[in-house]
């Protein structure tokens, strides 16, 4: 049940693509997602993937949003757009954007066996041309 209900909460992230509020575009981040061929024997037929968009303060992801894609194909175009308040505006203008497959059906942790692709630092909004790569996690 608390999955189901993280899932309903967590499906608020939206699609949207644009290069900041200010300009009458919803704020973004987007990009195109691979996966090494490699690593590719990895991905089952019911992996799920979760993408994850926070602004990191003092160790602690803040504003964090989930998106869950319960089936898709490499590479992938996404987009992410973090939450806005009633003016339009974002709570802070770069997010970290973190993208790893899910086996386990726990979007709040990354599992052993479960690949991830994540921005290093937190990437300015309206940045769509990211090129992130799904990598082994590191235990």
Avoid: W
């Amino acid at each position: 049940m608390a999955s189901r209900l993280l899932t309903s909460l967590c499906l608020a992230l939206t699609a949207a693509a644009g290069p900041s509020a200010g300009q009458g575009r919803m704020p973004a981040l987007g990009g195109t997602l691979t996966v090494a061929p490699e690593l590719a024997r990895h991905l089952g037929p019911s992996d799920r993937l979760i993408i994850k968009l926070y602004h990191p303060r003092g160790g602690v992801e803040l504003d964090a949003k989930y998106q869950i894609v319960p089936e898709f194909e490499l590479p992938l175009a996404f987009h992410a757009a973090p939450s806005v308040d009633m003016s339009g505006q974002t709570k802070f203008d770069a997010y970290v954007i973190e993208i790893f497959t899910d086996k386990d059906d726990d979007v709040l942790r990354v599992a052993p066996g479960e690949l991830i692709a994540r921005t290093p630092e937190p990437v300015p909004l309206g940045t769509l041309d990211l090129r992130l790569e799904l990598d082994a996690t590191r235990q």
